[in-house]
């Protein structure tokens, strides 16, 4: 069973910048498709970006040129370097996590078979 582990969210003001890392201790994550989602309070689910094992991204339009996914293949950690950040980024962030070494794309869909616990990030105005 894959086990993620967010780490990095906390209270920032906004503008600000937070790293989130996804981790899976004594597993190696190199040949899963990673993203990461979001829930705001009031708001649906919300595909925030990805990348596959060939290192292809994608970004919801809400985060291009802020936000940017990371794979550290010797790490075996994906980060979420999140700049700019806005009051409307405020959300629980989950790392997500799918088997598929072959395929060369990432989707921003939920259909991810592992989910972190996720973690808070708070941007104060």
């Known amino acids: 069973q894959l086990k993620l582990v967010e780490t990095g969210g906390g209270l920032v003001q906004s503008g600000g910048s937070l790293r989130l890392s996804c981790a899976a201790p004594g597993i190696n994550l190199n040949s899963y498709q990673i993203g990461w989602f979001r829930r705001a309070p009031g708001k649906e689910r919300e595909g925030v970006s990805c990348i596959s094992v060939g290192r292809d991204t994608g970004y919801a339009d809400s985060v291009k040129g802020r936000f940017k996914i990371i794979r550290d293949i010797a790490g075996n950690t994906v980060y979420l370097q999140m700049n700019g950040l806005k009051p409307e980024d405020t959300a629980v962030y989950y790392c997500?996590?799918?088997?598929?070494?072959?395929?060369?794309?990432?989707?921003?869909?939920?259909?991810?078979?592992?989910w972190g616990q996720g973690i808070q990030v708070t941007v104060s105005s």
């Open positions: 997500v996590a799918n088997w598929n070494p072959r395929s060369p794309t990432c989707p921003l869909s939920p259909n991810y078979t592992y």
